[in-house]
């Protein structure tokens, strides 16, 4: 198959759409399709109008994954979201016609900004089938970003907007039940098919948090907590520097790794100094996936995680397959990762529930053994070797009924 995939949000913009598309695109290609992904550029184009409007001027160049044909078009700064970029309304019109020119089996939206309209406007012309990922919670991020208008007001907007944009597709791929039943609670009638992205479990081996520890001054015999996660608002990072609060009287050598960049990094950082956690919380930033990353999981005790917000929960399959005992709270997607597993301790949203499951594991060298050793089994049942063969069974399926 030829897929083309249309984002508005790739690397080097790091959080789980990202994640998810590189997976998609990886499992892909390296079962013989053919895969080019648009997106926007995050280097010289930026919002004071520098750099020219014209796609040719950024040309197809190769991600590192090998065979990924990656289009680049240019794109300006959010202004509420600077992390972030909007492809050029004048990128898109002169994009369409050379993607149109071009034979397709499939197109897979992942993002519902100029990204989706691409696509829908490409299949317009086209006649090929679309597919688009739900891969954020709209409804539960937009009040974080546009604080000064009514929460009720941009909730409602959020529904709407879905409506509007999952109708427009000819199938969406939906990555728990649980957000399942949010559209479904939304009026949106387009085919669905639940199917996580999973984990490509090559690339969670190995890790050396022993090497993590010594690298930065960590005690082999400190007890150490770790999350990865892009630090915004609605990932509730705050609460786990609560309950880090909570276990330090008992624990008061306890360190707590927080691995990932975001607009929320200043309020977080004051917020560990006004609770007097200076030397129990760091902050890394991103740490590299193939290195760096795969270190610091390791490198904790345990893995606590709290977002109420995820459609997946990748973060967790990761933590899991390294063998990092896990203590999460189950809403939507987590939910879905959790469901069954035998790695993990699930936590109500409560600082004093929350802390005392911590405080359990960080007691019991044995328990924490015993989850390790079952992490890697409960990974991989989210293989990508196996979701993605459902993706592409999709696909094929959209491709007949043309």
């Not at 907007?157 to 990555?175: E, F, N, Q």
């Not at 709270?329 to 949203?349: C, F, N, P």
Request: overall charge negative; hydrophobic content about 40%; aromatic content about 8%.
């Amino acid at each position: 198959m030829n897929i083309l995939m249309l984002s508005d949000v790739y690397f080097p913009r790091v959080n789980g759409v990202s994640t998810s598309i590189r997976t998609f695109a990886q499992a892909l290609l390296r079962m013989g399709h053919k895969v080019t992904l648009v997106a926007p550029d995050y280097g010289s184009h930026d919002s004071d109008g520098e750099g020219g409007d014209d796609p040719a001027q950024a040309p197809a160049v190769n991600d590192d994954l090998a065979g990924l044909e990656l289009i680049r078009l240019p794109s300006s700064v959010i202004f509420f979201d600077p992390e972030d970029r909007l492809i050029r309304a004048s990128a898109l019109r002169r994009i369409l016609p050379r993607l149109a020119a071009r034979s397709w089996d499939v197109v897979h939206i992942h993002t519902p900004f100029r990204a989706h309209r691409l696509g829908v406007q490409l299949s317009e012309l086209t006649g090929v089938p679309t597919v688009e990922t739900y891969h954020t919670y709209f409804e539960e991020y937009v009040a974080h970003y546009l604080p000064w208008l009514p929460g009720a007001l941009l909730r409602m907007g959020a529904r709407r907007a879905s409506r509007m944009l999952c109708h427009g597709v000819d199938h969406l791929i939906v990555p728990s039940r649980q957000m399942v039943e949010v559209l479904d609670r939304y009026g949106i009638q387009t085919p669905s098919t639940v199917i996580p992205t999973g984990i490509d479990l090559d690339e969670f081996k190995g890790g050396d948090g022993e090497e993590f520890r010594q690298r930065y001054g960590i005690d082999p015999a400190r007890p150490t907590l770790v999350t990865v996660s892009r630090l915004a608002v609605e990932k509730n990072i705050g609460f786990l520097i609560d309950v880090v609060k909570r276990l330090v009287p008992e624990f008061p050598q306890l360190l707590f790794i927080i691995a990932g960049e975001g607009p929320d990094a200043p309020r977080l950082k004051q917020l560990v100094q006004r609770q007097g956690l200076g030397d129990n919380v760091r902050f890394f930033g991103n740490l590299d996936r193939r290195g760096a990353l795969l270190d610091a999981y390791r490198a904790g005790d345990v893995f606590v995680f709290a977002s109420p917000t995820e459609t997946q929960g990748l973060v967790l399959t990761e933590a899991m397959a390294l063998g990092v005992p896990v203590v999460s709270t189950a809403v939507m997607g987590t939910a879905t990762v959790l469901r069954d597993t035998r790695s993990a301790v699930i936590s109500g949203e409560d600082v004093g529930e929350f802390a005392t499951h911590v405080a359990g594991l960080l007691r019991s060298e044995q328990r924490r053994a015993e989850l390790s050793a079952l992490g890697p089994g409960d990974a991989a049942a989210w293989s990508t070797t196996t979701l993605m063969g459902r993706v592409v069974g999709l696909y094929q399926q959209l491709i007949d009924e043309v």
